[in-house]
């Protein structure tokens, strides 16, 4: 007799899904889609341990399950609470957590610059899209910002602590995805930071995809540092014959020039096929990559502005599809 495997519904924004038990209510709200999933600064798929760190993710439960219908008595971490059978979870359409949301954006923005308008972030990063719908137009935070010099940690890699949040990503992926991990949290409270061991670069095949998980303008790719915006530029699907890594890839264009590579996000921002060094760095060659066609970026980001992926109107014939 084959055993049954039961599913568990949970109820999120008026919006019911069946998942498996074990799964969290940040994940079954990804099921749904749409408006529906919580955001989430530090939370990684892919990287074990991440999440709980950033507090962007915080959920109201009004109901615990059938057996209990009694609503949990805090807000929650979406990322790390897993989902019981008749849960209801709010998430935008709790005024609580919209308030707690705001709050916790206004903590992140104590000490980040508002440099966006130098940041190769800028168009790309989560906080800005944050601040964007729950920051404040001023701050009541009186002391004095926490300041670091930018540092070198490798050939390709440059540290800008004083825009980093700790969401510790970038330790995750060098800790589960290289071979050695030489930088982490030094310090403690509001003293931590990222840093290196005794002054160590980060030298690995893999580490450059630090810069792909960092949610902010953290870990920037010195190949590409100060060339252009992103929405000026042409983001291509593209492959390559790797030995170290698949060879699928992002590679963006100005012209036919390539001007960065990057590994392919999916819709959360979140990379399932990490890239090697060779591919990111050194592979910036047109004729190096096979080019598949324009990547799909979301219709509400500003990358897509001018070369979305549509069909060209039957009168303009010569528009520019990429």
């Known amino acids: 007799m084959s055993e049954t495997n039961p599913k568990f519904t949970v109820t999120i924004d008026g919006q019911s899904v069946q998942v498996d038990p074990g799964t969290t209510i940040l994940n079954a709200a990804r099921m749904i889609g749409g408006d529906v999933p919580p955001p989430a600064m530090c939370y990684y798929s892919s990287l074990k341990g991440s999440g709980g760190k950033c507090r962007t993710c915080l959920v109201e439960v009004s109901k615990g399950s059938e057996k209990d219908p009694r609503p949990m008595p805090k807000l929650v971490a979406s990322c790390s609470t897993t989902v019981m059978d008749g849960m209801e979870v709010k998430n935008k359409s709790s005024e609580k957590v919209i308030d707690a949301r705001a709050g916790v954006v206004e903590m992140l923005l104590i000490n980040h610059p508002l440099d966006c308008p130098v940041c190769d972030q800028a168009g790309e990063c989560h906080l800005q899209d944050l601040a964007y719908e729950h920051g404040k137009s001023n701050t009541r935070y009186e002391f004095e910002r926490r300041t670091f010099d930018k540092v070198d940690i490798g050939e390709y890699i440059k540290l800008h602590m004083t825009r980093c949040i700790l969401c510790y990503r970038c330790v995750y992926v060098a800790n589960q995805l290289t071979e050695q991990r030489e930088h982490g949290v030094l310090k403690r409270g509001d003293a931590a930071e990222i840093g290196t061991y005794i002054e160590k670069s980060l030298k690995n095949e893999f580490i450059g995809n630090v810069i792909d998980v960092c949610p902010v303008g953290a870990l920037t ?29 992002v590679v963006w264009m100005i012209g036919d020039e390539i001007a960065r590579v990057t590994a392919r996000k999916d819709q959360y921002g979140e990379v399932k096929e990490f890239i090697c060094n060779e591919c990111r760095f050194e592979k910036k060659g047109k004729a190096d990559w096979t080019i598949e066609g324009p990547r799909h970026i979301d219709r509400s980001s500003v990358i897509s502005a001018n070369h979305y992926e549509v069909d060209a109107p039957e009168h303009t014939p010569l528009l520019n599809k990429a």
């Open 221 to 249: 790719d010195k190949t590409f540092r100060f060339r252009s915006r992103v929405w000026y530029t042409k983001p291509m699907d593209a492959h390559r014959e790797c030995k170290c890594c698949s060879g699928k890839a």
